[in-house]
């Protein structure tokens, strides 16, 4: 096993990148089930989703960042229609979290990804935009630009759905909903309408995180199986609820999964996102900086 | 009584269509099936007793099947070792996993359970003497006496495992240890209060859940002939485990069995004639339906159909 | 009164919320407690830290001599410490019947791994408080009175000698409340130490010995109900500054 300094450098300032964008993908998830306690593990399948349905869109000329954009009121009202569902046949007979509801959105997950190898087939699909296959050279690193592109929306991303849970009504709304619901509806607020907002919130965060995902790299029908351990790793690595928790969770990720790569290759990768999941279960399951 | 009548009856017929059927393809297609009924019964005894859903059935599957065909390798052990020895590791597996996630909420328990599939999967990638990615290809002993042909004898053997995970999920059920997982499952709080103690239960639960898994998976590698990691800890076994109690019914033991029939058959003929991805998809569609309408699966829309005028 | 359950400086903290500060208290054999406070004042953490649903972050809890802060809740549950809940939690897929036979497995059988004849036993316990009728429905159809007595049915299947009640006559009438009490006043005779919380400050005074009164997680006074109900720090609590 060698030990490069620069290697590693690269690695870190790699992972720091990469980091961020799994903190921007799994956002969507801290919402829905770090403060809303969704059992939804068809948040991947929704980002992949909104990739295939980026590519969709790019393909008419519009550049798939900005395409992710668009789609972010349909992808809302879709998450709002998801609640909704959820709510009336779930949550309100008081199986809540349990094996029905879990059961279902494995369901969901199943169908949306089928749905897409039916649809759009199991070979891999790449958008194309100008910063797709140029790199900046930084001294010795070359870093590709799209890395940085989508670095860069994924910081806006979460420096805006913060910044709106904490300055805005309806944001604070959303996190007093998540700590003391009583309190909420006896100030006349209605909780159902509120988590139905935040859940619309989260599935929009997914169409963007989803033209994140395939400006990054080409996208398959499967993708979603990888991205359910990364996500909800991040999610409770971070602590359910912890908006500033997800990026510090996304960033260990990160560099963590850069730095096995550089060291013990492809093959060890996807299991870093379950161990450290795993790891955090064990040892602290609130997660860092969990309520 | 009856039961064991019924056990008897479906252990005799299998043995008797080994004997007389000479269409090898009915005892392939005959072992999927009995091999889901096994699958859907363990996943029941955790997740429909329970309460606690495991989605990462092909881990304790995969182990199983991996072990056996280790073990075969090294050792050439027989098969009713090879069972043994399974049902011991994945059962360590479910104790394991149990004891470091069953402490936590359900839902984090499923997701561990996803970490597991991946853990286990790339540990048999990254492990050469086990063939690593590409496989090991394994040559199959002659059929013991009085079995002329191999398939036929895991056949009969797959029948027996069936019976056994029954007789066993019946066990559980019916007892005093069924009454607590059902408490667990109602309100965790509150059996706590009444002096279940919940996590050695759902331990129990798991590490029982997980064995029979393994057991699932241990004649595996002997009906193909070969064993690889992609295709072991494939994500149907995980689907069909769930989804069969799901559809046919968590709260007795026949409805894995039910569902298991149902959607294995279901799965044979849509796979060889349309395509697997429109399997998945019509048992995705299944299990929400079912979810949401029928709760209580098949059973418990049997059950709401009057059978008798009083 | 020799103490069966003794609370030393038991504190209990939720991130930077404290629940419970430095609490302590000491209930003799064969009293009738009351604990009192309005809402968020920490009677239900405090029940949650002495039946075992929550550990307690400092201080001792003991329980007829020893020492139970690290046992799990079912532990406690078999030494003789049960509870109601507030809202109540029954075992919705099971029969009323079944509700009691679970504890009574659980906690008085478990000796023997076969069922007893549980059933009777906990038909017996289910004429105690008037549900006999029901044993045969299933316990997500009964009414919210019904449903609070089958949780004081199900406290007292674990054959307990401390019984927490926990609002058990919440939203109850007249009536109702006095069955409730006669119960609790019956199981006290047969020597069962009490815990009661109720908001029904007539019910608790009625019942108590001695009432303890807490306020943002601090005992802010005890002593016989006569005494807490001329309480200024009491009055104020309750009525706001």
């Known amino acids: ?133 140029k790199s900046l050279e930084l001294g010795d690193m070359r870093i590709p630009l799209r890395f940085l592109v989508a670095f860069g929306v994924a910081v806006v991303l979460m420096a805006g759905l913060t910044l709106y849970l904490a300055k805005t ?120 900086f969990g309520r | 009584m ?26 392939f297609a005959g072992y999927t099936v009995l091999m889901f009924i096994v699958l859907a019964t363990a996943w029941n005894i955790l997740g429909g007793y329970a309460g606690y859903v495991n989605f990462g059935t092909p881990a304790f599957f995969g182990l199983g099947a991996y072990t056996a065909a280790v073990l075969f390798k090294a050792f050439e052990l027989p098969l009713a070792l090879q069972i043994v020895a399974a049902a011991t590791m994945s059962g360590l597996l479910g104790l394991g996993a149990g004891l470091l996630t069953l402490r936590l909420r359900g839902i984090f328990f499923a997701i561990a359970t996803i970490a597991l599939v991946v853990i286990m999967e790339t540990l048999f990638i990254n492990w050469r003497y086990a063939g690593g990615a590409t496989g090991l290809q394994l040559l199959r002993p002659p059929p013991t006496a009085p079995f002329e042909s191999y398939i036929k004898m895991l056949f009969v053997v797959m029948a027996a495992l069936a019976v056994i995970a029954v007789a066993i999920a019946r066990y559980i059920e019916t007892s005093w ?80 069995v039910l569902g ?19 399997n998945v998809l019509v048992v995705g569609v299944m299990l929400v339906v079912f979810v949401v309408a029928a709760p209580d699966g098949i059973l418990g829309l049997l059950k709401k159909i009057p059978w008798k005028r009083s | 009164m020799e103490a069966l359950l003794k609370v030393r400086e038991v504190s209990k903290h939720f991130g930077g919320f404290t629940a419970l500060s430095q609490v302590s208290l000491e209930i003799g054999r064969g009293e009738r407690f009351g604990l009192i406070g309005p809402n968020g004042s920490g009677k239900t953490t405090l029940i949650n830290c002495i039946s075992g649903a929550l550990r307690n972050d400092g201080g001792s809890i003991e329980f007829d001599g020893a020492e139970i802060s690290s046992l799990p809740a079912y532990q406690r549950t078999r030494r003789g410490i049960a509870r109601s809940f507030q809202i109540p939690r029954p075992f919705t897929s099971m029969s009323v019947l079944e509700n009691l036979v679970v504890p009574l497995e659980y906690v008085q059988h478990r000796g023997t791994l076969h069922i007893a004849d549980t059933r009777a036993e906990a038909l017996e316990i289910l004429r105690t408080v008037g549900l006999q009728d029901k044993a045969q429905t299933q316990s997500n159809r009964l009414t919210q009175v019904e449903l609070r007595k089958l949780e004081l049915a199900r406290a007292m299947a674990a054959r307990p000698r401390l019984l927490i009640s926990d609002e058990s006559m919440a939203g109850l009438s007249g009536n109702e409340v006095d069955e409730v009490l006669a119960i609790l006043r019956t199981l006290n005779e047969a020597g069962i130490t009490i815990i009661m919380i109720e908001h029904i400050m007539q019910a608790v005074m009625r019942f108590s010995q001695r009432v303890v009164c807490l306020d943002a997680g601090r005992i802010i006074c005890e002593g016989t109900p006569e005494a807490i109900v001329k309480n200024p720090d009491v009055q104020r609590a309750y009525l706001g500054a």
């Open chain 2, 177 to 256: 240890l069924g009454r607590g997982l059902r408490a667990i499952r109602d309100s965790e709080e509150a059996a706590e209060a009444s002096g279940v103690p919940t996590l050695k239960l759902k331990v129990f639960a798991c590490t029982v859940s997980g064995a029979l898994m393994g057991v699932a998976g241990a004649p595996m590698p002997m009906y193909l002939s070969f064993i690889e990691p992609a295709s072991t800890f494939n994500l149907n076994y995980a689907i069909g485990a769930l989804a069969s109690p799901m559809i046919g019914g968590t709260a007795h033991y026949i409805g894995p």
């Open chain 2, 260 to 278: 298991a029939i149902l959607l294995a058959s279901f799965q044979q003929i849509v796979t060889v004639t349309i395509s697997n991805e429109v």
């Open chain 1, 1 to 133: 096993m060698e030990f490069s300094f620069d290697l590693l450098l690269e690695a870190v300032v790699f992972g720091v990148l990469l980091g961020c964008f799994y903190a921007a993908v799994s956002i969507g998830l801290s919402v829905s089930f770090g403060l809303l306690d969704v059992p939804h593990v068809a948040h991947p399948a929704l980002i992949v989703f909104g990739s295939y349905c980026t590519w969709f869109v790019a393909r008419y000329g519009l550049d798939p960042i900005l395409a992710g954009v668009v789609l972010m009121p349909l992808f809302f009202l879709l998450g709002v229609a998801i609640y909704r569902f959820y709510y009336e046949t779930f949550e309100k007979r008081g199986t809540e979290a349990g094996v029905r509801g879990i059961a279902f959105f494995f369901g969901v997950a199943l169908i949306i990804e089928v749905g897409l190898i039916l649809i759009f087939g199991v070979d891999q699909r790449t958008v194309e935009a100008a910063y797709i296959g």
């Open chain 1, 169 to 288: 009504f309806t944001g604070r709304a959303i996190k007093a909903v998540a700590q003391d619901e009583p309190a909420l509806r006896l100030m006349g607020a209605d909780p159902v309408r509120i988590k139905q907002w935040a859940f619309g919130i989260a599935t929009a965060t997914a169409s963007l995180a989803g033209a994140l995902l395939i400006v990054i790299g080409p996208v398959d029908p499967g993708l979603d199986r990888t991205y359910i351990g990364r996500t909800f790793s991040v999610v409770v690595l971070a602590g359910l609820g912890s908006m500033t928790g997800t990026l510090a969770a996304g960033l260990i990720l990160g560099i963590t999964e850069s730095i096995v790569l550089m060291q013990f290759g492809a093959s060890w990768a996807p299991a870093v996102a379950f161990g450290l999941l795993l790891l955090v279960l064990g040892v602290r399951p609130q997660g860092l």
């Open chain 2, 2 to 27: 009856k039961f064991w009548i019924s056990c008897a009856i479906a252990l005799g017929g299998a043995i008797a269509l080994a004997a007389i059927l000479k269409n090898e393809y009915f005892f």
